[in-house]
């Protein structure tokens, strides 16, 4: 299985879209500053998991939230 999920900024309501196989495991590593994109936002928050069979799949859905359409869709359900 692989996940696509968004975090949330707890500095500046930031939305993050990624894609990981261990959820916990990833926000983790953002918590601690591994992930360079991340590092000056942190507290992270996990607020939305979609699960996905294969990685091909997950990647189409992750591209799309990362997309205007699919900011906009996450700032609607999670605002």
């Known amino acids: 299985m692989v996940f696509v999920y968004v975090l949330k900024s707890e ?3 930031r939305l993050y879209v990624g894609l990981t196989q ?3 495991k ?3 590593e953002h918590n601690r500053g591994k992930t360079r ?3 000056g936002y ?3 928050q ?3 998991v979609e699960e996905y069979p294969d990685r091909p799949t997950a ?3 992750e591209k799309y939230l990362k997309s205007g359409y699919g ?3 996450l700032k609607n359900k999670h605002n």
């Open 22 to 24: 261990n959820v916990e």
């Open 26 to 28: 990833r926000l983790k």
């Open 37 to 39: 994109s991340t590092k």
């Open 11 to 13: 500095i500046d309501n």
């Open 59 to 61: 990647r189409k859905r």
């Open 42 to 44: 942190r507290p992270w």
């Open 71 to 73: 900011k906009q869709w």
């Open 46 to 48: 996990l607020i939305y």
